[in-house]
C-alpha cells in the first residue's frame, strides 16, 4: 500500500510560478513510475509528466514542455512538479500517482487556480 499526499497548490496570476509536492509514505526509488496529472473541470484527466523508475527519464505532456519540471527526492520520499510561466489553462485539480508492484496509486488532489 502506497499513500501518497500532495499539497502546494493555490491561487496564481498568469505568468506566476507555483511548485506541487507529493509526499509518498514508500520509497519514491521502489516505484516503476511516478506520474502528475491534472484534471480541468468538465474535463478528463490528462498526464502532465512521468517519472520512470531511475529517476533519469522524464516525459512531459507538449503544453507543458519548457514550463514544468517534475523531479523527485530520494532522501525525503517526495515528488515535485514545478509550475512557471503558469496559464488560465493550466487551471485544474492536479494529482500525483504511482506504479508499484502491478498496484497504482493516487492522492487526493491539490487545486490549481491561474486567474487575475
Known amino acids: 500500500q502506497v499513500q501518497l499526499v500532495e499539497s502546494g497548490g493555490g491561487l496564481v496570476q498568469p505568468g506566476g510560478s507555483l511548485r506541487l509536492s507529493c509526499a509518498s509514505s514508500r520509497s519514491v526509488s521502489s516505484m516503476y513510475r511516478m506520474g502528475w496529472y491534472r484534471q480541468a473541470p468538465g474535463e478528463q484527466r490528462e498526464l502532465v509528466a512521468t517519472?520512470?523508475?531511475?529517476?533519469?527519464?522524464?516525459d512531459y505532456a507538449d503544453s507543458v514542455k519548457g514550463r514544468f519540471t517534475a523531479s523527485r527526492d530520494t532522501f525525503n520520499n517526495t515528488m515535485y512538479l514545478e509550475m512557471k510561466m503558469l496559464k488560465p489553462e493550466d487551471t485544474g485539480v492536479y494529482y500525483c500517482?504511482?506504479?508499484?508492484?502491478?498496484?497504482?496509486?493516487w492522492g487526493q488532489g491539490t487545486q490549481v487556480t491561474v486567474s487575475s
Open positions: 500517482n504511482a506504479n508499484l508492484l502491478g498496484s497504482t496509486y
Open positions: 517519472i520512470w523508475t531511475s529517476g533519469a527519464m522524464i
